[in-house]
């Protein structure tokens, strides 16, 4: 069974840091980009970021653009999201998805494009 776990959300003062993983298990994605969403109370689910299968490239939305990182360890089928100089609106429930096609040769921002979901971890950045 196709598992994704997020982990590492919590509660910072604005400006701080935070680390997000994304464990998966029951296959190996190291053939499928790895994207990550954020939802917050009464808006759409929003692109945050993805990250080629491959590892070699990355599309930030402009909104995080500077302050968030992806990375990901295939090895560990680990897909990571460094969030630094966090402000109160970056605050929301953020889940890890999987591209529903292998090796596409482009990052895709919508989510009907992803299909395996994490249950979501909560960040909460006040000011």
């Known amino acids: 069974q196709v598992q994704l776990v997020e982990s590492g959300g919590g509660s910072v003062q604005a400006g701080g840091s935070l680390r997000l993983s994304c464990a998966a298990s029951?296959?190996?994605?190291?053939?499928?980009?790895m994207g990550w969403f954020r939802q917050a109370p009464g808006k759409e689910r929003e692109f945050v970021t993805a990250?080629?299968?491959?590892?070699?490239?990355?599309l930030p939305a402009d909104s995080v653009k500077g302050r968030f990182t992806i990375s990901r360890d295939n090895t560990r089928n680990t897909v990571y999201l460094q969030m630094n100089s966090l402000k109160p609106g970056d605050t929301a429930v953020y889940y890890c998805?999987?591209?529903?096609?292998?090796?596409?040769?482009?990052?895709?921002?919508?989510?009907?494009?992803?299909?395996?979901w994490g249950q979501g971890t909560q960040v909460t950045v006040s000011s």
């Open positions: 029951g296959r190996s994605f190291n053939s499928y980009s």
């Open positions: 990250i080629m299968w491959s590892g070699g490239t990355t």
């Open positions: 998805a999987v591209d529903r096609r292998p090796y596409r040769n482009y990052l895709t921002r919508s989510p009907s494009e992803y299909d395996y």
